[in-house]
């Protein structure tokens, strides 16, 4: 026998080789697992850019901030100049001086209420959440105190104030918003009229009124037809703030700084209530000029995860609270977490077959090992295809029986034994099941995942207990011809 042909008769009965080859098939097959992954995350960004073209054309999250009253007075001041005498003698001189200087109050109490309508918009095979929600918001301002600033009450020109209320979108409100104020009738304009408020309030609306300096406390209400998508959140501007929101939407993620105090959530929707006071946040009640942009402190700490489709992207301001109207199921996120345990089946089910291979003596080819990898790679791609159009768990059953199938079917022109072709058909049917038990049960997931794994180590390791790995042809041969000896 030649150099060449013990090689070639090693090679076909090396189960180190073997072992070797199915080794690197894996690591081949990780490829085009990394491409369905990207395939998904593509898919997903798809998703996310026709959400935002639906927002775009609808209205998009809504923050509402307010009202904040601005009440003007006179500060005086010294002006110094040089005066020139008839004598061309020049001496300083100085007068006193006022201007216009601003001051601003948030509400001593702060009530909004109202409900949620949300609604799914479609394009193509993708949706979105926005909604309609019909607030009332109403409270009370108490008389401004500017003592601390040492401003006389003469020099505060209350008829001269306004109100100033920020929506994050404007394109979302539906009517004209008409604010009773001391029991008078307002409009608000578009825009904030103070140059000082807009740099902390970026979009909104405001309007002029008068504050009668003989009331202690001025209540005030309006109603605000506003349209949304996706969010919906609020900044406690009140001494005491309290929100009370209702709607039809049965998935709400409760979001922000604060959480309800108390909530209610069933398949009818979800009620909600929060209550913040003014020492559960971070600025004061008054403020004096440009100390208004304390205001405008942003939260960066979000988190937009690479997956996470849901996620909107923004940055919450500090100390705001609300609601997302999330989609119940995200077949994208869910599939990206499937697809992490491909590698997992793939290397699970080719030892199934390298088992079979040792125990019946059927040489399996590389080839065909590589053909049911690919078929344990397509599950991910029919998975994330069928559930853009039929949802996750029809998809996931749907899948995963196609692949179990296939693999079954073929196995059995490979082994050609019926037992073995339906021991791997339980095995690959318990690995697809347990598989979706752990997406389904995410905060056990790793626990359940561990220890499914040390099972099944511990049942390869009692399987092959007895086999002789360098003597494997000689074992079964003699154990065949100890058989066939008659008694």
Known sequence: ???????????????????????????????????????????????????????????????????????PYYDYYWYNYDHKDSNGNTTTKKELKKKIEYAHFLPTKLLIEGSITPSIRYRSIYEAVVYK????????????????????????????????????????????IKMNFDAKEYFFNPGIKSSEVSKAISSGISVPVIFDKNKQNIAFDFNLKLNGSESLFFLPYGKESMVNLKSTWSNPSFAGDFLPDSREINENGFTAK??????????????????????????????????????????????????????????????TRSIKYGILIIILT??????????????????????????????????????????????????????????????????????????????????????????????YSLILGTGMLFVVLSIIMYISKDIDWYNIKKEVGSSNNDRKQPK
């Open 274 to 335: 929060w209550k913040v006071i003014d020492i559960n946040r971070a600025y004061p009640q008054n403020f004096k000029g440009s100390d208004i942009e304390r205001l405008k402190k942003i939260k960066r700490d979000h988190f937009v995860g690479k997956y996470d489709y849901h996620a909107v992207d923004q940055n919450y301001q500090k100390s705001s609270f609300g609601v997302n109207l999330k989609v119940p199921v995200d077949y994208y996120q869910k599939s």
């Open 1 to 71: 026998m030649s150099f060449l042909d013990k090689f070639s008769q090693w090679a076909r009965e090396s189960i180190a080789l073997k072992l070797f080859v199915i080794g690197f098939l894996i690591l081949l097959l990780m490829i085009p697992i990394a491409m369905v992954e990207s395939l998904i995350h593509e898919r997903g960004t798809n998703k996310n850019n026709v959400a935002k073209q639906i927002y775009a054309e609808w209205s998009g999250s809504q923050t509402l901030q307010g009202p904040i009253l601005t009440v």
């Open 350 to 443: 080719f030892l199934a077959f390298f088992f079979v291979e040792i125990f019946i003596k059927k040489r399996i080819h590389a080839f065909q090992y590589i053909l049911v990898g690919f078929s344990l790679v397509l599950f991910f791609a029919l998975l994330i295809s069928f559930s853009e159009h039929i949802g996750f768990d029809f998809a996931y059953l749907i899948s995963s029986i196609i692949t179990v199938m296939a693999i079954t079917l073929y196995s059995k022109s490979i082994f050609k034994n019926k037992k073995f072709m339906l021991i791997l058909c339980g095995i690959l049917s318990f690995f697809y099941a347990f598989i979706y038990l752990l997406l389904q049960l995410q905060d």
């Open 133 to 176: 929600s019909d607030l009332k918001i109403h409270g009370t301002f108490s008389k401004p105190d500017m003592s601390e600033w040492r401003i006389e009450p003469k020099d505060i020109l209350y008829d001269m104030s306004s109100i100033s209320f920020g929506i994050s979108d404007l394109r979302g409100v539906q009517d004209r």
